[in-house]
């Protein structure tokens, strides 16, 4: 087994997605730790310029399929190169973003390959494990962490007899940094097999169409986000003006979205969006470890709760006890008396 591999998904732009993009981060990360080389897969149609994009991230090796076959991206034929490929390179390590093209493709090459996958990692690891039952240390295994039993707790899974190690990843958990401007890797043609051909007839598409997302607020610097405590739909209005004035965005809880307080794009944590801003203004929000896991990496965190005893305010940086009808009017009364 050799190196760590990093299936790359493509926007509809035909550029690298930024989950990719994130995992190629921590690819670099692993292999760096292990000694090895760093490989990307990006399959599709004229990606030569998406794989290239790649090397600043640290990646040594891009392997890339090319033919107009495969874009836009199906099942049959996107597992027929990628299970070849990872047959031919045996990689320890296999990454995918936890996204719908992740969640199709990750679990058939499991399935073909008899290795295990995790899904929906928050953290993955270089290190040893030590089976009591056996008696045997493994080291330098994949330790892959993810919520589990409702997020009441943090799970570490390890496949020590069987490679590769295979793990989705959702998309935010992983932060996206540039390795090396100057970095240089090499770009590796794959071959598409013949049997590309049968695989190709399964399923032809006769049209798509694509609706532009309207709501994205996985890349905001500022989140003002709101929680069941809101009380209504009405109180979110409010919510909103003050995002508004201070030029963030509005996001959710699980709760608040159910009970149809927010649209569910908006919605932050284990089943919705991970998000990283420099500031997150948490409003009528408990903290259920489910909505941390999606945002406990801010920059800073604000709390405002009438409970003193919130779990929020464990990792809040600065908590105000107080009705959020009452602490946000006076919010945007400072600011706007300050910006005057």
């Known amino acids: 087994m050799n190196n760590v591999l990093v299936y790359c998904e493509l926007s509809e732009k035909n550029e690298i997605a930024d989950i990719s993009l994130e995992l190629c981060t921590k690819g670099r990360q692993l292999a760096s730790q292990l000694g090895c080389k760093l490989q990307a897969a990006v399959i599709g149609n004229a ?106 707790i943090i799970a570490t899974i390890v496949c020590p007899e069987t490679r590769p190690q295979m793990a989705t990843v959702r998309e935010g958990v992983m932060k996206k940094d540039i390795f090396d401007n100057n970095y240089q890797g090499t770009i590796i043609p794959v071959s598409v097999s013949e049997s590309l051909d049968k695989a190709d007839k399964a399923v032809e598409i006769l049209s798509r169409e694509i609706e532009e997302q309207k709501i994205d607020i996985k890349g905001a610097q500022i989140i003002v986000a709101g929680g069941y405590g809101m009380g209504c739909k009405e109180n979110f209005a409010l919510l909103h003006e003050f995002a508004h004035l201070i030029g963030g965005s509005v996001g959710a809880t699980r709760a608040a979205v159910d009970a149809g307080f927010c649209e569910g794009e908006r919605q932050i944590g284990q089943t919705g969006v991970t998000v990283r801003p420099k500031l997150y203004i948490a409003c009528g929000i408990s903290g259920a470890v489910q909505h941390r896991a999606g945002m406990e990496q801010s920059a800073k965190i604000i709390s405002i709760n009438t409970d003193p005893e919130a779990p929020i305010n464990a990792i809040a940086d600065y908590t105000i006890i107080g009705d959020v009808m009452t602490v946000i009017p006076k919010f945007m009364a400072c600011y706007k008396k300050n910006l005057k």
């Open 47 to 152: 990606v030569r310029k998406a794989g290239e994009s790649l090397y600043p991230y640290g990646v040594d090796e891009v392997f890339l399929a090319d033919d107009n076959r495969l874009s836009p991206y199906r099942t049959l034929p996107h597992f027929d190169v990628l299970s070849k490929l990872i047959e031919d390179q045996q990689p320890q390590i296999v990454l995918f973003g936890a996204s719908s093209v992740g969640r199709d493709l990750a679990p058939r090459i499991a399935s073909y390959l008899r290795c295990g996958l995790t899904a929906d990692c928050t953290s993955l690891e270089i290190g040893s494990h030590q089976d009591a039952k056996n008696n045997k240390t493994y080291d330098n295994i994949l330790l892959q962490m993810r919520p589990a039993f409702g997020g009441n």
